[in-house]
């Protein structure tokens, strides 16, 4: 059965903190993505992943930066965390050449 | 970037038929599904179709594609309570390695 894992359902982090978002995925997959959700404006890609060591930005990079030294494990990253940063962080991941992506159950962050 | 839009917000009563809506721009997509998102939860596929079909049926699930409209629609029949959730579109392009585009997702209330 696919499995996509988030290391945390919920984390309270304070403002200018370091934050790493942790998600592992037991497919094998290439592909691996990070998604924030936010009411009204649906999912936005923060950065994506196709190989190890590799990494592209999404729509909205700025204040994140990931890592992917695994292939089955892909981190975000918040530098410093701020307080527009709170939200629902989603990770997924994908096989090249197949048309599905899988989601992990979200990381609800909140940042004081 | 791809706009993909939906309405926010829909009630049906228990029993009736639920039709979601899904608006986009860029026609070159392949593939376009629908997830949907329970409380608290990541996201899970309901069903996905391919840009040159223009209907797939799966059980309760009805996915209707005007590409000349650029509409797709997913008629939920029979809804139950259980459906209560958010639903999201998303459409993908073969030449973006797997990069997904997601509407800003349809809360649906069902009312017993």
């Known amino acids: 059965d696919v499995k996509v894992t988030q290391s945390s359902r919920y984390l309270v982090k304070r403002t200018g903190e370091k934050v790493f978002l942790e998600c592992v995925q037991d497919?094998?997959?290439?592909?691996m993505f990070w998604y924030r959700q936010d009411p009204g404006l649906g999912l936005r890609l923060i950065y994506f992943s196709y190989d190890v060591k590799m990494k592209e930005k999404g729509d909205i990079p700025e204040g994140y930066s990931v890592s992917r030294e695994k292939k089955e494990r892909f981190s975000l990253i918040l530098e410093s965390a701020s307080t527009n940063q709170t939200s629902m962080y989603l990770c997924a991941s994908s096989l090249t050449g197949q048309v599905v992506a899988f989601f992990g159950q979200g990381t609800r962050l909140t940042v004081v | 970037g791809e706009d993909v839009e939906q309405s926010l917000f829909l009630s049906v009563r228990e029993g009736d038929s639920s039709v979601i809506n899904c608006t986009y721009t860029?026609?070159?997509?392949?593939?376009l599904y629908w997830y949907k998102q329970e409380p608290g939860a990541g996201l899970q596929l309901l069903t996905y179709?391919?840009?040159?079909?223009d209907m797939k049926q799966d059980q309760r699930l009805t996915v209707l594609l005007n590409k000349k409209d650029k509409h797709l629609s997913l008629r939920i029949a029979d809804t139950q309570t259980g459906d209560s959730a958010i639903y999201f579109c998303?459409?993908?392009?073969?030449?973006?390695?797997?990069?997904?585009?997601f509407g800003t997702g349809t809360s649906l209330t069902v009312i017993p």
């Open positions: 497919m094998d997959h290439e592909n």
């Open positions: 179709i391919f840009s040159n079909m």
């Open positions: 998303a459409e993908s392009f073969t030449n973006t390695g797997n990069q997904f585009y």
């Open positions: 860029d026609s070159s997509s392949t593939y």
